[in-house]
């Protein structure tokens, strides 16, 4: 079965300093990768996506994330973390078959310290 | 604006009080889809639909129900509420199934609490 884990339920960081939240996932067959971000009081947004290519994915607000085959991983990073990116943030990975379900992690608390 | 609209946002009611949460998405999505979201367990699948009149169960539908009449509208429906539905619970949206790498739209969620 699909499953991805987050092993941290809390990354803190100052601000100004990078940051990285880890997620390591279990797959049969391509994996289909998803980051969102929750701001408090607020629905998911889609920050990024990993289906093919680059192992190195750009997406909003700054944040990319690294896929890796080897270690099954798909960290999301950014250079330089803001205040105002403190959030709850959810790996997910696409279930295969047909039911586009997406299964999530427990997510991770960041917190941005000015 | 492209949106997935929900409510109420917030309903508080109790046990055996039925309920509907409305959800209505305006992107011509066909795959829409009801998670829940307690705390230690991220998100978890209720229900989805591929299309018009097409539904079926995710990981937790006991308790709940879905109709699909119309494209833009995914209800979900609680015949009897009980405590252990006190969740947060997301409305999402999706283009063509076929195209299995396309990120979910979500709704703004429905905090719900059953006495």
């Known amino acids: 079965a699909q499953s991805v884990a987050q092993p941290e339920d809390q990354v803190n960081v100052a601000e100004g300093n990078p940051l990285t939240v880890k997620c390591t996932y279990s797959v049969s067959g391509n994996p289909y990768l998803f980051w969102y971000v929750q701001y408090p009081n607020r629905g998911l947004q889609f920050l990024l996506k990993?289906?093919?290519?680059?192992?190195l994915v750009k997406g909003s607000y700054g944040f990319e994330a690294e896929f890796n085959k080897s270690q099954t991983s798909f960290h999301l990073k950014k250079p330089s973390a803001l205040v105002s990116d403190s959030a709850l943030y959810f790996c997910a990975v696409r279930d295969g078959g047909a039911t586009n379900k997406l299964i999530f992690g427990t997510g991770t608390l960041l917190a941005v310290q000015p | 604006e492209a949106q997935v609209t929900q409510n109420p946002r917030y309903l508080i009611t109790v046990t055996g009080k039925k309920l509907t949460v409305t959800c209505s998405q305006n992107m011509n999505h066909e795959y829409m889809s009801w998670y829940r979201q307690d705390p230690g367990l991220g998100l978890r699948q209720i229900y989805y639909s591929m299309n018009v009149e097409v539904t079926d169960k995710g990981d937790v539908p006991e308790g709940y129900k879905v109709s699909r009449k119309e494209k833009r509208n995914f209800p979900l429906i609680l015949e009897s509420p009980s405590p252990n539905q006190t969740s947060l619970y997301f409305c999402a949206s999706s283009p063509r199934q076929g195209s299995s790498y396309n990120e979910q739209f979500f709704g703004p969620g429905t905090r719900l609490t059953v006495l």
């Open positions: 990993y289906i093919t290519g680059d192992n």
